[in-house]
């Protein structure tokens, strides 16, 4: 039985077993589907505190707002699945939005967004065993590296024993790799093609297998680059969305071209795709979707 939004509440209050109940009787289906490609939407922010899209600093914060943009936008054809933390992902399984979807638990959360500690990225979110108890498919994780910031060694060993403990239940886990720097104490990831190259190469040898290990990558500045960029593993490639800014068709003829790359299997987009700057949820997610 699922429940309706205004209800969630009651439910986890009166009812909390009713979590695991949707979880074991959820449908499921494999990683990659009949169409070959991957198209996940993401709602992993609120958990690190990032809750601003575009100048909307608290946009994410309304939970109900959230939600009902998430159900819309994996009813729509063509949309395989969710990233989220574990409230959120639960929040959809008891409103039943999450049949025969790819669910993808994020799994740290700990560097909170503008904290003095962000780069010691622990895991704070799921675990491997949470995933396999909770029947999910697959986990992400975030490696950003400073190299002035001795919080990025905690964080690429976790990250390390994190894709070991994945690949030991055979779930796919997708590394988000970045080099990072401070810019007047707020962290910047850096897209260029040389400092993406080293992300690949460096997360790519993460843990004592490689064989349940993905890339979840950003477009390079210069998407001309990317194809260079690719050749520096064999790993599968999701890209991610990222801040779009006002000017969405950019963004859109950005990841086009790099989907047509070999090792691309798909999109991971989130506050672009749920908070679009123009139109509709429904017409942001289609557009996406229309590019694989």
Request: aromatic share 4%; hydrophobic share 45%.
């Amino acid at each position: 039985m699922t429940v309706s939004i205004p209800d969630l509440t009651a439910v986890r209050a009166r009812h909390p077993e009713a979590i695991a109940e949707a979880a074991a009787r959820r449908s499921r289906r494999p990683l990659i589907g009949a169409g070959g490609r991957l198209m996940i939407v993401a709602a992993d922010h609120p958990a690190r505190g990032a809750l601003a899209v575009g100048d909307r600093g608290l946009a994410m914060a309304n939970r109900a707002d959230l939600l009902e943009r998430l159900c819309v936008a994996l009813s729509r054809p063509g949309v395989d699945g969710v990233l989220a933390t574990a409230d959120v992902l639960e929040d959809l399984l008891l409103l039943g939005a999450l049949e025969n979807k790819v669910v993808m638990g994020s799994m740290n959360r700990g560097g909170l967004a503008g904290a003095a500690f962000e780069m010691d990225d622990r895991f704070t979110g799921h675990r491997a065993e949470d995933l396999v108890r909770l029947r999910f498919d697959a986990g992400k994780l975030l490696l950003r590296i400073d190299h002035e910031d001795p919080g990025s060694l905690a964080t690429l060993e976790s990250a390390a024993r994190a894709v070991d403990a994945m690949a030991a239940h055979r779930l796919p886990v997708f590394v988000e790799p970045f080099l990072s720097h401070r810019v007047g104490g707020r962290v910047r990831n850096d897209l260029s093609a040389e400092a993406v190259t080293r992300s690949v190469a460096i997360a790519s040898g993460l843990g004592g297998t490689s064989a349940y290990s993905w890339l979840k990558l950003p477009v390079t500045a210069d998407p001309d680059h990317m194809g260079e960029v690719l050749e520096t593993s064999t790993l599968p490639v999701v890209l991610l969305g990222g801040e779009v800014g006002n000017d969405q068709d950019v963004a859109y003829e950005r990841w086009r071209k790099a989907l047509r790359l070999p090792t691309v299997q798909g999109l991971v987009v989130g506050r672009s795709l749920l908070y679009p700057a123009e139109g509709t949820v429904e017409q942001a997610v289609d557009t996406a979707v229309g590019l694989l």
